[in-house]
């Protein structure tokens, strides 16, 4: 017999794979005050996950996060280990989904993924892989999470969560510019994504199949269709992050294909959208890209503007992760206009950040940076004696 916390948590996947998240909200808001005043706990905690879940979609983030802490909260209160290990992985998604805050959401897979390992629950502990994978730094990470995913899906005959690995696999070997193997694993991904029912998975298949097949110049308008179609899916669904993300690939699509138009029309798109929302973590995002398109039309001081907004979101948003970016990209920029004094002064920041941070790679990279930008000197002061003009004086 199904208990009210089977059936609820069933209509809240269902109703999340066909994107009617207001009518997830509508529903979570009764039966989490249904809940509270009946003392029921456990349905209480998926209340507040389906509304965390639904209105991350949504994009209304700053909500997502408190539902999902509160989800937390009341779930170690009770003891739950599976509501527990749920709420870590809806928190996870909010900060990597709405605020880019991997290392956040790192930690909060991490946790998952002991606990359901320990806990002996499959479906829990591949779930919380996947949300590793998608964040890995590396591609054979990513790969390595997936084969693991995919593996557990087919056991336990979960047609959706290997789709979803799938689709993380394929993205790996996009990453590495295999686009055969992504395109076959994709061609499976959406057929279990079809077979599953989940609408929207589907669109986020079928617009990284457009991403693929607008890599051959061929098939590049077709690409360019598929993405636009999963785009559409997106807005009708007022999904977003996945609007968001669709927009930006979308962009660098036409970056890459130097149709620079083409490219600034879709991430002037992203930043109505990030303002649109009221959402300061998209805003930084789009800033720092309109950064590098400005980069690439030569025009470094509009790019040393941009570049400067996005290190002052990224500051007021709290996210040092971002702020060091930004800070290194314009010590890229000062560096290409031979100030070294001022490309060293923003180095040196980004790699404080970094250090606070314990990122030791990215600390080493800067640092290698700051001595490239002496060499740099030294180079200019020879070639001045030699009445050469250094490019970008």
């Known amino acids: 017999m199904r ?26 808001h009764v039966e989490l005050t249904l809940a509270r005043r009946e003392r029921r706990q456990s349905v209480e905690v ?12 949504l994009g209304h983030f700053v909500f997502a996060r408190d539902y999902a802490n509160q989800a937390l909260e009341l779930a170690e209160e009770i003891r739950s280990i599976g509501l527990t290990i749920d709420a870590l992985n809806a928190r996870a998604r909010v900060a990597r989904e709405g605020f880019f805050q991997t290392a956040e959401a790192s930690d909060d897979y991490l946790r998952a993924v002991d606990s359901a390992f320990a806990a002996g629950d499959m479906r829990r502990y591949a779930q919380s892989l996947l949300g590793l994978g998608e964040i890995a730094a590396s591609s054979s990470d990513s790969s ?10 087919r056991e336990l005959n979960d047609e959706q969560l290997e789709a979803r690995a799938i689709l993380l696999l394929s993205n790996a070997f996009i990453r590495r510019a295999d686009y055969k193997k992504a395109s076959d694993g994709l061609l499976v991904a959406l057929r279990k994504a079809q077979k599953a029912a989940d609408r929207l998975l589907e669109s986020v298949i079928i617009g990284q199949q457009g991403l693929v097949l607008a890599q051959d110049s061929d098939a ?14 997106a807005r009708g669904m007022e999904a977003v992050f996945h609007e968001f993300m669709r927009l930006y690939t979308l962009a660098m ?6 149709d620079s138009d083409g490219a600034r029309g879709y991430l002037d798109q992203m930043l109505a959208l990030s303002q649109d929302v009221q959402h300061k973590p998209y805003e930084m995002y789009t800033l720092g890209l309109l950064g590098q398109w400005q980069e690439m039309q030569e025009q470094p001081d509009v790019a040393v503007a941009y570049y400067g907004r ?13 702020e060091a970016r930004y800070l290194y990209a314009l010590g890229v920029v000062y560096q290409s206009q031979w100030d070294f004094a001022g490309a060293r002064q923003q180095f040196a920041q980004a790699r404080a950040l970094y250090r606070s941070l314990a990122d030791g790679r990215n600390a080493t990279r800067v640092s290698a940076s700051i001595v490239y930008t002496y060499l740099l000197f030294f180079a200019s002061r020879v070639m001045k004696l030699m009445g050469v003009r250094p490019k970008g004086k």
């Open 253 to 258: 699509t036409m970056m890459a294909a130097q």
């Open 3 to 28: 208990t009210k916390t089977d059936s609820l948590r069933r209509d809240i996947s269902e109703l999340m794979k066909s994107g009617a998240f207001n009518e997830i909200v509508d529903r979570c």
């Open 310 to 322: 996005a290190v002052t979101a990224a500051r007021e948003v709290g996210n040092p992760a971002y």
């Open 220 to 233: 590049f308008q077709r690409g360019i269709e598929q993405q636009l179609t999963a785009l559409e899916v």
């Open 46 to 57: 998926i209340a507040l996950l389906g509304l965390a879940g639904a209105q991350c979609s």
């Open 144 to 153: 390595k999470h997936a084969w693991r995913v995919i593996d557990i899906a």
